[in-house]
């Protein structure tokens, strides 16, 4: 019998933000602002987010980071209908060979810039959880635009949590920011997920942004596939050895 702890109410708990549909996930859009276990970010007329605009206020308007809207469509083959022309030009510009897909190196030459630069070990989580199904290494257009969007709504949920506007979050942040996803991990785990960031300094632990998308994704990740077997939502589940390592690997070893 193994058990996840409690990881939300199914009537009101808010879901993280998506993983790609290829994850198993489904992104659902609604008119109001609450969030259901088991759910994906709902989109409505409160607006959406996005990893590389700016924020603009008004009815409907957008919660980003980083670059100008643009156009509602951009015309570039492989992009879903009404991708931002800013996702597609960061896409081009690293995709010298023009071969409509990036490796993890030109995946992290996107996503990086003078303020926020992730570590390969991110790169490779997210290229695991946003891969092209014909191309297990790389990421397509599609892929490329989901990732971006979903960076977005982490980069809402990190600002929101650091308080005191220190580009970092500590261990009480986090546990905040986490539950508020529905997302209630045990002390014990929690503590377990922050040491793996102690630098050995003996000064207090916190995490920066690359980090916290790295932990959040991993916890993310392990309690949707966990939910897959309780189906019942009391957060047990029988899982047998095959099952339970087939879960968890991949989560340890495909981006180190």
Not at 90 to 105: A, H, Y
Request: glycine share 12%; aromatic share 12%.
């Amino acid at each position: 019998m193994a058990s996840n702890g409690k990881y939300g109410h199914p009537s009101y708990a808010p879901s993280a933000p998506s993983l790609p549909e290829s994850y198993g996930q489904q992104y659902s859009q609604g008119s109001g602002g609450s969030y259901g276990y088991g759910q994906q970010h709902s989109q409505g007329s409160g607006g959406s987010y996005g990893y590389g605009q700016q924020h603009s206020q008004g009815n409907g308007g957008s919660y980003s980071y980083g670059q100008q809207q643009g156009p509602s469509s951009y015309g570039h083959s492989g992009f879903p209908p009404g991708t931002d022309p800013a996702v597609i030009s960061s896409f081009q510009m690293v995709d010298r060979d023009r071969s409509g897909f990036i490796d993890e190196n030109e995946l992290q030459q996107a996503l990086s810039s003078g303020y926020q630069k992730f570590s390969l070990r991110t790169i490779r989580l997210l290229i695991f959880l946003f891969k092209s199904p014909n191309d297990p290494l790389r990421v397509g257009p599609k892929e490329f635009a989901a990732l971006w969007t979903c960076l977005g709504q982490w980069r809402g949920i990190f600002e929101r949590y650091d308080k005191d506007r220190s580009g970092k979050i500590d261990l009480m942040e986090l546990r905040d920011a986490l539950y508020s996803l529905g997302l209630a991990i045990p002390p014990s785990v929690l503590q377990l997920l922050i040491s793996k960031y102690d630098d050995g300094s003996g000064s207090r632990v916190e995490l920066n942004f690359d980090s916290f998308v790295e932990c959040g994704m991993i916890v993310k990740g392990l309690t949707d596939k966990f939910k897959e077997k309780d189906l019942r939502y009391t957060g047990s589940a029988t899982i047998n050895y095959d099952t339970f390592m087939s879960m968890v690997i991949p989560f340890l070893v495909s981006y180190n």
